[in-house]
C-alpha cells in the first residue's frame, strides 16, 4: 500500500484494507479520506469497516464516493474542499489506483494555487490531470495580481428575484450601514403572481414588469453577473466572469429552474399551435388570445409532478379560462380536462370540497396521477402517462388548447453545489432556514428545501424571518426567529371570486384575517379584491421596500397555537 504525496500535508493511495490502517497511522496520517464507491470489484474492503479501523485507531474518516471513469462534479469538490478545511492533517485519500484521489484534489486546489503547480505536483505523484486545465483554470488561480473583479460584502445575495430584494430591503430595515451584494444578470424584475391575471384578461402583461434597476434597493451594490460556482468552505461565490466576491453570510434566493425541455415537443411549439403557458410573461397573453377564440372543441390544462412554484396556479388558469368560456355562452361546447401528476386537486384537503364544487361547475375532466410527457404542435396532440392499476398507460389526446405547466427543479449550480440537499434545493433548517451545515449560509423562496410552499406570499414571510436570521449570525448569536411554513394561494375560481388558500407545515390552515372577515374555504370577493388591487402594491411598494405588513417575525421557540 504505496501512499504518494502530492503535498507535505496530503498523499494518494491506491485501494487500502483495514489491516492497513494501522499503517497509515505510524506513517503520520491523522486523516482517511475514502473516494472509491463500494462495490467495484469483489476484493475491495468495505469503507464501513475502513471507517471504524480508523475511528478505533483515532483517526478521522470522511468518505466521497466518485464513480469511475468520471471526473467529480462540483458537490463532490466542495465536500473534499471542506473536508480538507475542517479534518486534521496530514490526510491520506484512497480510491482503486489512487488517480480519483489527485483528480479531486486538483479541482479542490484551484484557485488556491495557479494551475501548473497543482498539475505538475499530481505528475510527480505519477497522475496526469492535465485534462482538467481548463475547469482548474476557470476557478480564478491566485497570481501576484488580486484575483479578477475580487469583492467582499458582509451579506452576499444570490438573486434579485421576489426573495433576494424582499430580504435586501428586510436587512436594510434594521441595519441601513450594512455592506449588501446582490447578484443578479437580468436588467428586468417580473410580478410573477400577476401572470395568472393576464392569462384571464384582467391585467396586462405590461403590468407585471419593471426594470431592475427601478425595484433595487439603493444602499446595495448590484453585481450584474450570474452565479457560477459556490464555495461555501472558503466564504466564496465565483461569478460568470470568473471574477469572486466572499462575503460574511450568504443568502441564496435563486428562484426554482422550469425545464420546458423536459417534455418533448414543447419548446418548439410554445406560443402557437394553440400551446401556451402562464407561467412565462411573454406567453401569458398568448393564453388569454386562445380563450378569447375559442368557441368548441378540446382545453387540456396541466401540471407537473411536484414541486413547482404556485402550486395552484396550473388550475387558477382551468377556472380563469372556463369562466370566461361560460360568461360568453360556449363553455357547454368545450371539452376541458385537467391532468395533474399529483394525486389530487390540492394539497390542503379544507380547501378541495370548495375547489371541487367548480371542477363540477364547469364540467372539467379532472385526470390525477396523468403527466404530460410529449407534445406534437402541429398535430395538435398531447401524449400522458397515467396511472392505471399498478402500472402506467400511455395516452393521446388531441387539443385545441393546451395550456402547459412544466417540470421544475433547482438551478443547475445549486443541484451541483455542497449546498444542496438529496432533492437538489438548499438544506435548510426548515424553522431558521439556516443551511444544516454552513451556518454562514441562508436561503429564501423557491429554492430552498422545505415542503413550505414556493409562492410570493411564502416569502413575504421568511424575509423577515431570514433578515434577523442573518444579523444575529453577523453578532456570533443563534438564529433567534422561527419560520412556520406559511404560504398562500389565492385560487381565482371565477372572474371576481377566490378560495384564499392559507397554511403552514403539516398542511394547517393559517389564516391570516378573521373567519367572519374571511372565510379562506369559500370563493368571496374581498379575497379576488386583495388579489387585483392590494396584492400587486404589497409587492412593488410593500415586500421590495422592507416594509413588513402583518408579518412580524416570530421569536424562536415561542409557544405554538394549534
Partial sequence: MPTRHLTENYAVSPQIAVSDVADLKAEGFRTILCFRPDGESPDQSDMGAIEEAAKEAGLAFAAVPVKAGTVPDEAQVAQTRTALATLPAPVVGYCRSGARVAQIWALAEAGKRPAAEIIAAAGKAGVDVSALRGRIESVAAPSAAPRKGAAHFQVLIIGGGAGGLSVAGSLLKRNSHLSIGVVEPSNEHFYQPGWTLVGGGVFQAAQTRRKEADVMPKDVVWVRQAAKLFRPDVREVVLGDGSVVSYDALIVATGITLNWDAIPGLTETLG??????????????????????LKSGTAIFTQPPMPIKCAGAPQKAVYLSCDAWKRRGVLDSISVEFDTATPGLFGVKEFVPPLMEYIKRYHVGLH?????VAVDGPNRTAVFERKAGEGVERVERKFDMLHVVPPQSAPQVIRESALAGSDGFVEVNPATLQHVRFPDVFAIGDVIGTSSAKTAAAVRVQAPVVATNVLAF??????????????????????????????RYGGKLAPTLPKWLLNGQKPTRLAWWLKKYVMPLM?????????????????LNAKKDG
Avoid at 371576481?496 to 392559507?502: D, F, K, M, N, T
Avoid at 422592507?546 to 417575525?553: F, I, K, N, Q, T
Wanted: hydrophobic share 35%.
Fill in 539 to 555: 409587492y412593488w411598494d410593500g415586500m421590495l421596500k422592507g416594509r413588513e405588513l402583518m408579518v412580524a417575525p416570530k421569536p
Fill in 272 to 293: 402557437k399551435n394553440g400551446v401556451t403557458s402562464n407561467y412565462r410573461f411573454d406567453l401569458a397573453p398568448y393564453t388569454w388570445q386562445l380563450v378569447q377564440q
Fill in 368 to 372: 390525477t396521477g396523468s403527466k404530460l
Fill in 474 to 503: 453577523l453578532k456570533h448569536q443563534a438564529p433567534v426567529s422561527e419560520y412556520e411554513g406559511y404560504g398562500a394561494c389565492p385560487l381565482t375560481v371565477e372572474n371576481g371570486r377566490i378560495v384564499l388558500a392559507e397554511f
